[in-house]
Protein backbone atom coordinates (compact mmCIF):
# COMPACT_ATOMS: atom_id res chain seq x y z
CA UNK A 1 0.00 0.00 0.00
CA UNK A 2 1.24 3.45 -0.88
CA UNK A 3 0.83 6.50 0.84
CA UNK A 4 -1.97 7.16 -0.89
CA UNK A 5 -4.12 4.69 -0.72
CA UNK A 6 -3.12 5.16 3.03
CA UNK A 7 -4.73 8.54 3.32
CA UNK A 8 -7.48 7.61 1.62
CA UNK A 9 -8.32 4.51 3.86
CA UNK A 10 -8.02 7.31 6.51
CA UNK A 11 -10.36 9.57 4.83
CA UNK A 12 -7.65 12.32 4.98
CA UNK A 13 -7.33 12.87 1.60
CA UNK A 14 -8.89 15.45 -0.81
CA UNK A 15 -9.04 13.57 -4.69
CA UNK A 16 -8.67 17.17 -6.17
CA UNK A 17 -5.47 17.78 -4.05
CA UNK A 18 -4.64 14.52 -5.35
CA UNK A 19 -4.94 15.69 -8.67
CA UNK A 20 -3.03 18.22 -7.99
CA UNK A 21 0.14 16.74 -7.32
CA UNK A 22 0.40 14.31 -10.03
CA UNK A 23 0.82 17.59 -11.95
CA UNK A 24 4.62 19.20 -12.69
CA UNK A 25 5.20 22.43 -10.03
CA UNK A 26 5.09 25.71 -12.03
CA UNK A 27 8.04 27.73 -12.20
CA UNK A 28 7.53 30.79 -9.68
CA UNK A 29 8.04 34.46 -10.51
CA UNK A 30 10.40 35.79 -8.54
CA UNK A 31 8.86 39.59 -7.54
CA UNK A 32 12.08 41.11 -7.50
CA UNK A 33 12.86 41.00 -11.77
CA UNK A 34 9.48 43.07 -12.22
CA UNK A 35 10.44 45.50 -9.89
CA UNK A 36 13.79 45.55 -10.63
CA UNK A 37 12.41 46.17 -15.02
CA UNK A 38 10.41 49.13 -13.06
CA UNK A 39 13.32 50.62 -10.95
CA UNK A 40 15.44 50.63 -14.73
CA UNK A 41 12.61 52.63 -16.38
CA UNK A 42 12.34 54.88 -13.96
CA UNK A 43 15.97 55.18 -13.90
CA UNK A 44 15.88 56.49 -17.20
CA UNK A 45 12.88 58.62 -16.63
CA UNK A 46 15.55 60.53 -13.93
CA UNK A 47 18.19 60.34 -16.49
CA UNK A 48 16.30 62.22 -19.02
CA UNK A 49 14.81 64.59 -16.83
CA UNK A 50 17.94 65.76 -15.34
CA UNK A 51 19.62 65.89 -19.16
CA UNK A 52 16.57 67.90 -19.92
CA UNK A 53 17.23 70.24 -17.10
CA UNK A 54 18.38 74.30 -17.57
CA UNK A 55 21.66 74.95 -16.64
CA UNK A 56 22.21 78.18 -14.09
CA UNK A 57 19.90 80.94 -14.27
CA UNK A 58 20.52 84.08 -16.26
CA UNK A 59 21.47 86.95 -13.82
CA UNK A 60 22.66 90.37 -14.76
CA UNK A 61 23.06 93.61 -13.53
CA UNK A 62 24.75 96.60 -13.88
CA UNK A 63 27.21 98.08 -11.69
CA UNK A 64 29.58 101.40 -11.35
CA UNK A 65 32.96 102.15 -9.99
CA UNK A 66 35.05 104.73 -9.11
CA UNK A 67 38.33 104.95 -7.77
CA UNK A 68 40.50 104.61 -4.59
CA UNK A 69 44.02 104.99 -3.81
CA UNK A 70 45.59 102.47 -2.38
CA UNK A 71 48.10 102.18 0.64
CA UNK A 72 50.51 101.65 -1.39
CA UNK A 73 49.48 104.81 -3.35
CA UNK A 74 48.36 103.03 -6.83
CA UNK A 75 44.93 102.91 -7.94
CA UNK A 76 42.34 100.78 -8.00
CA UNK A 77 38.17 100.88 -8.01
CA UNK A 78 35.80 100.78 -5.43
CA UNK A 79 32.26 99.89 -6.37
CA UNK A 80 29.47 102.96 -5.64
CA UNK A 81 26.18 103.46 -6.18
CA UNK A 82 27.19 105.98 -9.09
CA UNK A 83 23.64 105.17 -10.72
CA UNK A 84 21.73 106.42 -7.92
CA UNK A 85 23.59 108.74 -5.69
CA UNK A 86 23.87 112.02 -8.06
CA UNK A 87 26.39 113.93 -5.80
CA UNK A 88 29.54 111.52 -6.99
CA UNK A 89 29.50 112.60 -10.44
CA UNK A 90 33.12 114.29 -11.68
CA UNK A 91 34.49 114.90 -15.08
CA UNK A 92 37.17 116.49 -17.26
CA UNK A 93 36.68 119.49 -20.02
CA UNK A 94 40.00 119.71 -21.70
CA UNK A 95 38.08 122.23 -23.93
CA UNK A 96 36.66 120.49 -26.39
CA UNK A 97 35.66 117.34 -25.39
CA UNK A 98 33.91 116.52 -21.87
CA UNK A 99 34.19 113.61 -20.12
CA UNK A 100 32.01 112.24 -17.58
CA UNK A 101 33.39 109.19 -15.17
CA UNK A 102 30.38 106.98 -15.09
CA UNK A 103 32.49 103.07 -14.49
CA UNK A 104 30.24 101.14 -15.82
CA UNK A 105 30.68 97.26 -14.91
CA UNK A 106 28.59 94.38 -15.09
CA UNK A 107 27.98 91.47 -12.72
CA UNK A 108 25.78 88.41 -13.46
CA UNK A 109 25.79 84.49 -14.15
CA UNK A 110 26.09 82.70 -17.48
CA UNK A 111 27.05 85.87 -19.08
CA UNK A 112 28.89 85.88 -22.46
CA UNK A 113 28.85 89.62 -23.16
CA UNK A 114 27.39 92.72 -22.47
CA UNK A 115 27.13 95.51 -24.97
CA UNK A 116 26.89 99.00 -23.64
CA UNK A 117 25.56 101.79 -26.38
CA UNK A 118 24.68 105.84 -25.85
CA UNK A 119 22.88 107.68 -28.98
CA UNK A 120 24.69 110.67 -28.25
CA UNK A 121 27.95 111.28 -27.56
CA UNK A 122 30.86 108.41 -27.17
CA UNK A 123 32.62 106.12 -24.91
CA UNK A 124 36.29 106.34 -23.65
CA UNK A 125 38.33 104.41 -21.24
CA UNK A 126 41.05 105.07 -19.39
CA UNK A 127 43.94 102.33 -17.94
CA UNK A 128 43.84 102.50 -14.25
CA UNK A 129 47.19 100.82 -13.92
CA UNK A 130 48.86 104.21 -16.48
CA UNK A 131 47.43 106.76 -13.96
CA UNK A 132 50.17 108.41 -11.33
CA UNK A 133 49.52 110.05 -8.16
CA UNK A 134 52.28 112.68 -8.85
CA UNK A 135 51.85 116.23 -7.88
CA UNK A 136 50.94 117.16 -10.86
CA UNK A 137 48.57 114.88 -11.92
CA UNK A 138 44.90 116.20 -11.11
CA UNK A 139 42.38 114.15 -8.82
CA UNK A 140 39.50 114.97 -8.02
CA UNK A 141 37.23 113.92 -4.82
CA UNK A 142 33.52 114.53 -4.58
CA UNK A 143 30.40 113.77 -2.68
CA UNK A 144 29.80 113.20 0.92
CA UNK A 145 32.14 110.00 0.85
CA UNK A 146 35.14 112.02 -0.76
CA UNK A 147 34.57 109.70 -3.56
CA UNK A 148 37.67 109.62 -5.68
CA UNK A 149 35.78 110.30 -9.45
CA UNK A 150 38.96 111.50 -11.58
CA UNK A 151 42.60 110.82 -11.32
CA UNK A 152 44.67 112.12 -14.88
CA UNK A 153 43.34 113.26 -18.01
CA UNK A 154 44.57 110.57 -20.79
CA UNK A 155 41.52 109.12 -22.16
CA UNK A 156 40.97 106.77 -25.18
CA UNK A 157 38.02 107.14 -27.14
CA UNK A 158 36.34 103.91 -28.24
CA UNK A 159 33.44 104.96 -30.15
CA UNK A 160 29.29 105.07 -29.36
CA UNK A 161 29.30 101.44 -28.39
CA UNK A 162 31.48 99.47 -26.49
CA UNK A 163 31.26 95.60 -25.93
CA UNK A 164 32.37 94.23 -22.63
CA UNK A 165 33.25 90.31 -21.63
CA UNK A 166 35.60 88.46 -19.06
CA UNK A 167 38.75 89.58 -21.34
CA UNK A 168 37.76 93.12 -21.81
CA UNK A 169 35.80 93.96 -18.50
CA UNK A 170 39.35 93.42 -16.24
CA UNK A 171 40.19 95.60 -13.20
CA UNK A 172 42.81 98.09 -15.07
CA UNK A 173 39.36 99.42 -17.34
CA UNK A 174 37.16 102.53 -16.27
CA UNK A 175 34.86 103.98 -18.57
CA UNK A 176 33.81 107.39 -19.38
CA UNK A 177 31.01 108.68 -21.06
CA UNK A 178 31.94 111.66 -23.38
CA UNK A 179 30.69 114.06 -25.86
CA UNK A 180 32.14 117.04 -28.20
CA UNK A 181 31.50 120.70 -26.65
CA UNK A 182 32.48 123.86 -26.88
CA UNK A 183 32.00 125.49 -23.99
CA UNK A 184 31.79 122.28 -21.60
CA UNK A 185 27.83 122.11 -21.49
CA UNK A 186 26.12 119.31 -20.79
CA UNK A 187 22.98 117.58 -21.19
CA UNK A 188 20.98 117.19 -17.76
CA UNK A 189 20.62 113.43 -18.97
CA UNK A 190 22.87 110.65 -20.50
CA UNK A 191 21.00 107.48 -21.86
CA UNK A 192 22.49 104.21 -22.39
CA UNK A 193 20.93 101.05 -23.44
CA UNK A 194 22.84 97.79 -21.76
CA UNK A 195 22.33 94.41 -23.56
CA UNK A 196 23.70 91.08 -22.18
CA UNK A 197 24.31 88.55 -23.98
CA UNK A 198 23.86 84.85 -22.15
CA UNK A 199 25.49 81.97 -22.84
CA UNK A 200 22.37 79.68 -24.21
CA UNK A 201 21.65 82.80 -26.63
CA UNK A 202 19.00 84.92 -24.75
CA UNK A 203 19.64 88.82 -24.51
CA UNK A 204 18.55 91.12 -21.69
CA UNK A 205 18.24 94.46 -22.39
CA UNK A 206 18.24 97.07 -19.39
CA UNK A 207 18.09 101.20 -20.10
CA UNK A 208 20.01 103.43 -17.89
CA UNK A 209 19.34 107.17 -17.30
CA UNK A 210 21.95 109.42 -15.27
CA UNK A 211 20.90 112.92 -14.32
CA UNK A 212 23.25 115.46 -14.75
CA UNK A 213 20.37 118.13 -14.03
CA UNK A 214 22.06 120.80 -11.97
CA UNK A 215 20.14 119.96 -8.95
CA UNK A 216 21.85 116.43 -9.01
CA UNK A 217 25.72 118.17 -9.10
CA UNK A 218 28.13 117.58 -11.69
CA UNK A 219 32.07 118.04 -10.20
CA UNK A 220 33.92 119.03 -13.13
CA UNK A 221 37.80 119.85 -13.40
CA UNK A 222 38.56 121.75 -16.23
CA UNK A 223 41.87 121.81 -18.26
CA UNK A 224 43.96 124.93 -16.87
CA UNK A 225 43.93 128.26 -19.17
CA UNK A 226 47.63 128.26 -20.84
CA UNK A 227 49.61 131.21 -20.24
CA UNK A 228 50.25 133.38 -23.53
CA UNK A 229 54.28 132.12 -23.45
CA UNK A 230 52.41 128.48 -23.74
CA UNK A 231 50.11 129.23 -26.11
CA UNK A 232 53.09 130.20 -28.11
CA UNK A 233 54.99 126.68 -27.77
CA UNK A 234 51.98 124.81 -27.98
CA UNK A 235 50.80 126.95 -31.25
CA UNK A 236 54.76 126.12 -32.74
CA UNK A 237 54.56 122.20 -31.85
CA UNK A 238 50.80 122.44 -33.57
CA UNK A 239 52.74 123.83 -36.83
CA UNK A 240 55.64 121.72 -36.65
CA UNK A 241 53.29 118.52 -36.53
CA UNK A 242 51.18 119.72 -39.45
CA UNK A 243 53.95 120.79 -41.54
CA UNK A 244 55.57 117.53 -41.36
CA UNK A 245 52.29 115.64 -42.01
CA UNK A 246 51.92 117.30 -45.04
CA UNK A 247 56.01 116.83 -46.32
CA UNK A 248 55.24 112.98 -45.61
CA UNK A 249 51.92 112.67 -47.21
CA UNK A 250 52.09 111.16 -50.71
CA UNK A 251 51.85 113.40 -53.69
CA UNK A 252 49.56 110.55 -56.06
CA UNK A 253 47.12 110.40 -53.15
CA UNK A 254 46.47 114.19 -54.06
CA UNK A 255 44.96 116.04 -56.89
CA UNK A 256 47.32 118.02 -59.13
CA UNK A 257 46.09 120.97 -60.25
CA UNK A 258 46.42 121.25 -64.02
CA UNK A 259 46.26 124.84 -64.23
CA UNK A 260 48.89 125.52 -62.04
CA UNK A 261 51.85 123.62 -63.32
CA UNK A 262 54.34 126.21 -64.84
CA UNK A 263 57.92 126.88 -65.89
CA UNK A 264 59.93 128.29 -62.87
CA UNK A 265 62.83 130.41 -63.61
CA UNK A 266 63.43 132.64 -60.20
CA UNK A 267 60.24 132.95 -58.56
CA UNK A 268 56.93 130.66 -58.59
CA UNK A 269 53.77 132.93 -57.63
CA UNK A 270 51.68 130.36 -56.09
CA UNK A 271 47.86 130.03 -57.38
CA UNK A 272 44.96 129.06 -55.57
CA UNK A 273 42.08 129.79 -57.83
CA UNK A 274 42.31 133.23 -58.68
CA UNK A 275 44.02 134.55 -55.60
CA UNK A 276 47.93 134.63 -55.30
CA UNK A 277 48.66 133.85 -51.77
CA UNK A 278 52.25 133.12 -51.51
CA UNK A 279 55.23 133.64 -53.71
CA UNK A 280 58.29 130.86 -53.78
CA UNK A 281 61.51 131.98 -55.04
CA UNK A 282 64.07 129.76 -55.84
CA UNK A 283 67.38 129.65 -53.90
CA UNK A 284 70.30 127.49 -52.97
CA UNK A 285 68.93 126.05 -49.20
CA UNK A 286 66.23 124.33 -51.12
CA UNK A 287 66.22 120.90 -50.26
CA UNK A 288 64.97 118.44 -53.27
CA UNK A 289 64.63 114.89 -52.65
CA UNK A 290 65.33 112.03 -54.35
CA UNK A 291 62.82 112.34 -57.21
CA UNK A 292 63.79 116.32 -57.26
CA UNK A 293 61.17 117.37 -55.64
CA UNK A 294 60.81 120.53 -52.85
CA UNK A 295 57.85 121.01 -50.82
CA UNK A 296 56.27 124.27 -49.09
CA UNK A 297 54.25 124.49 -46.54
CA UNK A 298 50.79 123.74 -47.00
CA UNK A 299 48.80 126.57 -48.05
CA UNK A 300 44.88 127.19 -47.09
CA UNK A 301 42.06 129.06 -49.03
CA UNK A 302 38.09 128.28 -48.65
CA UNK A 303 38.60 125.41 -46.58
CA UNK A 304 41.03 123.49 -48.82
CA UNK A 305 44.20 122.81 -48.55
CA UNK A 306 47.20 122.94 -51.09
CA UNK A 307 50.79 121.97 -51.14
CA UNK A 308 52.76 124.12 -53.59
CA UNK A 309 55.93 122.44 -54.95
CA UNK A 310 59.04 122.92 -57.46
CA UNK A 311 60.15 119.94 -59.89
CA UNK A 312 63.39 119.97 -60.50
CA UNK A 313 63.46 118.29 -63.95
CA UNK A 314 66.94 116.08 -65.02
CA UNK A 315 68.17 119.08 -67.71
CA UNK A 316 68.14 121.27 -64.93
CA UNK A 317 64.90 123.47 -65.47
CA UNK A 318 62.39 123.58 -62.56
CA UNK A 319 58.30 123.19 -62.89
CA UNK A 320 55.55 124.81 -60.16
CA UNK A 321 52.94 122.81 -59.36
CA UNK A 322 49.95 122.51 -56.48
CA UNK A 323 48.04 119.95 -55.24
CA UNK A 324 44.76 119.79 -53.55
CA UNK A 325 44.66 117.81 -50.84
CA UNK A 326 41.34 115.76 -50.14
CA UNK A 327 39.27 116.41 -47.33
CA UNK A 328 39.70 112.83 -45.74
CA UNK A 329 43.60 113.15 -45.63
CA UNK A 330 44.22 116.57 -44.26
CA UNK A 331 45.18 117.07 -40.93
CA UNK A 332 42.94 116.91 -38.09
CA UNK A 333 42.82 120.24 -36.32
Known amino acids: ?38 AACLGLVLLASLLGMPGPANTFAVKAYALEEQADGTIGLKETDLLHQSDVWGGYYDGEYLYINVGLRYEGENIESVTFTTEEGFFAEQSISALSTGENVGRMYVGADNTLVLVGTEFEIVGSQVTLNGETMTDDLLLFWGM ?154
Open 1 to 38: MNGEELLEKMGLADPAYVAAADRPPRKRKHGWVKYGIA
Open 180 to 333: ESETGVHPNKIEINAVATFRDGRTQEVPISLDLSSGAGLALFRKSPLSEEEEQQEAQQQGAETYAYYQSLPLEDCELIEDSVEAVTDVYEVPLGSVVTSIITLNEDMEFDEDGIWRGGPATSSDQVYIPVIRRNADGTYTGMVYRVPEELQYPQ
